[in-house]
């Protein structure tokens, strides 16, 4: 969908590992990369490597739901 814009979009574990994934990135198509919690921590990227980050953290999902339903 995004790329007839020019626009790369990448998946973890179908696009290859965590090290590939961050290869993808340091590279200047622009990407959006999907990452799982092996990406969550310990991610270094350098230069221009990433203009914006989203990150959705569902840990504590389970006790949002708790909260919010009676």
Known sequence: ?????GIR???QG????PARIMRMLAE???????GTSS??????????SI???VM???RFL???IRLLLP
């Open 9 to 11: 979009v990448i998946a």
């Open 39 to 48: 990406l969550w921590e310990g991610v270094d990227l350098e230069g221009e």
């Open 56 to 58: 959705a953290d569902y």
């Open 1 to 5: 969908m995004l790329n007839p814009f």
């Open 62 to 64: 389970s006790r949002l």
């Open 28 to 34: 200047s198509t622009p990407t959006i990369a999907l």
């Open 14 to 17: 179908t696009d290859g590992s």
């Open 51 to 53: 203009d914006v980050l």
